[in-house]
């Protein structure tokens, strides 16, 4: 195992047992991050992508279940860990930015209260420089009149000032990684285009890595330096930002780069979209899970699962396209 | 021009928003917007939230009264607030529906998908008997991709894509003229937004529908418009060819939220600038005196603050509403 990893992720499986079954939420998941490295995880709503980054928290509740794996971070085997040591961590070494800033924010504490809060509890701060240093950070996130801000409740701000508060309370303890769950989803894109420039500007002045998990390939693209993919429970396919975007591997990446409309058209062509509906994981099919969707798919698909291709150091995927041509071609230089 | 299917005027809306007597406050929405839509074409409206998008698709339809202005549908007058004219709405349901945004409170959970859509037909008396009504029925769901067993089945057996599917041919079951679409597709899955999006233009081709396509989302709002406005606090600010706008858009505002956009592709991104706007969208309970996007605009001067841009076609069917576009625009 290469110690240089800020995240190790490897073959991690969760499943939630519900009523109706067990729902394989993660199924082998692999992913790694390197200091102040910034991963984007892709995917459509429950193909995991919140459960990966929440599980490095210990923050799967009931009934979900870590069954399999290990998940290394920043000196912590985090499959080991209790919940005294998961309080221990979260907020200091790890911090999480929700979707949305107005119920991931107590409605009853002050912006300034909620800020200090953090600080106090994994700082030996008194209350006098935890004040100055939530001061310091709320003009940090770009806050005009922070000491008025300090005194005002959630309900006060507009979005965009609930979500730099969040950051704030995320970046109090510097910590080395930043888990941003669709931070700027509900939020306008003027006000998105804001909070990612501070994101980023916060990354170089911090140098913390960053987990952005979004469904938007927009966001990727521009904030990114790798990608995971992910559908149902799988990483079907990663790389660099690049290696997605211009070669990518697996149908389904294909097939979502294919049918976003891109506003730098200069023509009308129609959109090519992913036939189907998303998986039912509670009986996912055989085989490949994209299969049933896939506009190439073949025998093979429905019977068994793909094995990994890599293509560069950093770019692999788990698609039986890849074994195609040699399947079919007989000549490669594996035979 | 007799091709134009809609024709809206100095529309308003106001709500009231607490306060008594003389001191009652009120949020314009809505103030004095005005646009036509074009028979056979999509008109696309975009903007933040809060800027007026939705509620004009709800006057129109007058879900919502309105305050002021004027609707003409089709060469009738469907209200004239000032000479108090207020037609009879219910034919003019079935010429004008609506395809609300979230497919999951849209439907009613106890009725079947046959029903849903079937209810349109009952009101206007479409059917002259069952068997009429369920061949009806069954061929809006195969319209829309849907097919005969989805019938007797409740809107929570279905994926949001499908439910989407379901609210869409509950609008065309009158077989309507004019569809506003509300941000239809943005509570779905980005792989599934492509389906809806290709249905919508081909239902538009096979059945000559016209579009009022409202959305936050530009990419997708430019794919499928003929025509965009741009909304901001209740007021439009610029209107033209989809191409035109996203390409040469004239008004600060147009121009920062298309920068704003991420795009999709990492070199472009790498290559490209934002720009910023600094600040939030002010409240529409005491907006700016005269330009409204003057707080955060970056020309903004004296002229702005004291009188408000007027609405004027600077190009052949581009609208803008700035006082500085020339300027700007050198």
Known sequence: MDNNYLVDIQHERLSFFTPAGEVKALNDVSIHLKEGEV????????????????SLMGLTAYPGKLIGGELHFNGHEVEKMTEKDFSKMRGKEVSIIFQDPLTSLNPVYTIGNQIMEVIRLHTDADKKKAYARAVELLSLVGINEPEKRMKQYPHELSGGMR???????????????????????????TIQAQILELMMELKDKLGMAIIMITHDLGIVASMCDRIAVMYAGRIVETGTCDEIFYHPKHEYTKGLLESIPRLDSTKHEKLIPIEGNPVDLLNPPEGCEFAPRCKNCMKICLRENPPKTDFSETHYAHCFMNQKAEMEGGNTNER | MSDKLLQVEHLKQYFPAGGMGKNRKFVKAVDDVSFFVNKGETLGLVGESGCGKTTTGRSILRLYEPTG???????????????????????????MQMVFQDPYASLDPRMTVGDIVGEAIDIHKLAANKKERHDMIISMLEKVGLNSEHANRYPHEFSGGQRQRVGIARAL???????????????????IQAQVVNMFEELQEQMGLTYLFIAHDLSVVKHISDRIGVMYLGK???????????????????????????????????????????????????????????????????????KEPEWREVEKGHYVACHHVEKINV
Do not use: W
């Open chain 2, 236 to 306: 439009m600010v610029e209107l033209a060819d989809s191409y035109e706008l996203v390409a040469r858009s004239l008004h600060p505002y147009t121009k920062s939220l298309i920068s704003a956009i991420p795009i999709a592709d990492p070199i472009k991104a790498r290559a490209s600038k934002r720009i910023v706007l600094q600040g939030d969208v002010p409240s529409p309970l005491n907006p700016p005196t005269g330009c409204r996007f003057r707080t955060r605009c970056p020309y903004a001067d004296e002229c702005c603050a004291q």
């Open chain 2, 173 to 191: 079951a009158v077989n309507p003229q004019f569809i506003v679409c509300d941000e239809p597709i943005s509570a779905l899955d980005v792989s």
């Open chain 1, 39 to 54: 991963l984007g995880i892709v995917g459509e709503s429950g193909s995991g992508k919140s459960v990966t980054a929440y």
């Open chain 1, 163 to 189: 979500q730099r508060v969040m950051i704030a309370i995320a970046l109090a303890c510097e910590p080395k990684l930043l888990i941003a769950d669709e931070p700027t989803t509900a939020l306008d894109v």
């Open chain 2, 69 to 95: 202005g004027k609707i003409t549908f089709d060469g009738n007058v469907i209200l004239d607030v000032e000479n108090k004219v207020k037609a009879d709405m219910l034919p003019y349901r079935q010429k």
